[in-house]
């Protein structure tokens, strides 16, 4: 994973029923499923420090994504570097991806889609994604402690 501006999609499972109360969103109602959670990093460090951010065990709440991670395990990440913003257009691509279910209202606060956050029974396959991204798209699966270990590039 670089550290370059780019989009992402974390990929977390999560394995229990729960309500979540997740700061101004509300409470979010999680099922056992897998989740994609699109986002952005255009900050300092890119993409590596946003995704770092987010598989850490223990960290600070300042994101709904955040909130997601007290019942969910991250288990990949694709990755799309540029200095374009993805992120909307990606968040409109999951939505129409076989086994899309949207969370409406989650992570989109300062945007106008209608979410950046899906549920799936299966973990969406990366060749889909790629496709749908319409360029190339590093695939990082987690291991052991957290650890992200590229896979393969996508195109």
């Known amino acids: ?61 300042h994101w709904h994504i955040d909130y997601l991670r007290a019942v969910a395990v991250p288990v990949a990440v694709w990755c799309g570097y540029g200095v374009r913003d993805l992120e909307h257009r990606w968040a409109h691509i999951f939505r129409g991806l076989p086994g899309s279910f949207p969370v409406p209202g989650f992570g989109c606060s300062d945007c106008a889609c ?12 990366p060749d889909c994604v790629a ?17 992200l270990r590229k896979t393969r590039e996508t195109q």
Request: contains cysteine; hydrophobic residues 35%.
């Open 1 to 61: 994973m670089r550290s370059a501006p780019g989009t992402y999609a974390l990929v977390l499972r999560c394995g229990s029923q729960a309500q979540i109360p997740v700061g101004r969103f509300g409470v979010l109602a999680v099922r056992p499923s897998y989740y994609v959670y699109i986002g952005s990093a255009f900050g300092p460090g890119g993409v590596r420090a946003r995704v770092s951010r987010h598989v850490r065990e223990k960290t600070a709440r």
């Open 114 to 125: 209608e979410t950046h956050l899906f549920r799936f029974w299966k973990s969406p396959r």
């Open 131 to 147: 496709r749908a991204a319409g360029g190339p798209v590093e695939f990082l699966s987690l291991h052991n402690e957290g650890n």
